[in-house]
């Protein structure tokens, strides 16, 4: 089992800057791969970004690639999404999840947190 809480998220203006954090606790952090995802009202999960668990790959979908940065503390058994030059169509609800493979596929991670919610006004 894998535990995931995130947090960091918030209002900002367009433009703006948060950096995401997702902790985990439980089975071996630095053994599993790690995704974010998000949901806006009334649309379905997307994918963000991924990053393998020993941090050689990485991978974005296209509409964030350039401004957001997915990195992992294995130390610290922590993951974050820093993102940047935010925009009002990134507002969402932001998840982490935890699974074998890096993918941008929700139905290969077994485990989610909670989310936190990304606010981006105009």
């Known amino acids: 089992q894998v535990q995931l809480v995130e947090s960091g998220g918030g209002l900002v203006q367009t433009g703006g800057s948060l950096r995401l954090s997702c902790a985990a606790s439980?089975?071996?952090?630095?053994?599993?791969?790690m995704g974010w995802f998000r949901q806006a009202l009334g649309k379905e999960r997307e994918f963000v970004a991924a990053?393998?668990?020993?941090?050689?790959?990485?991978s974005y979908a296209d509409s964030v690639k350039g401004r957001f940065a997915i990195s992992r503390d294995n130390a610290k058994n922590t993951v974050y999404l820093q993102m940047n030059s935010l925009k009002p169509e990134d507002t969402a609800v932001y998840y982490c999840?935890?699974?074998?493979?890096?993918?941008?596929?929700?139905?290969?991670?077994?485990?989610w947190g909670q989310g936190t919610q990304v606010t981006v006004s105009s």
């Open positions: 999840a935890a699974g074998p493979s890096i993918t941008a596929v929700p139905a290969a991670y077994s485990y």
């Open positions: 439980g089975r071996t952090f630095s053994g599993i791969h």
């Open positions: 990053i393998s668990f020993n941090r050689i790959s990485t």
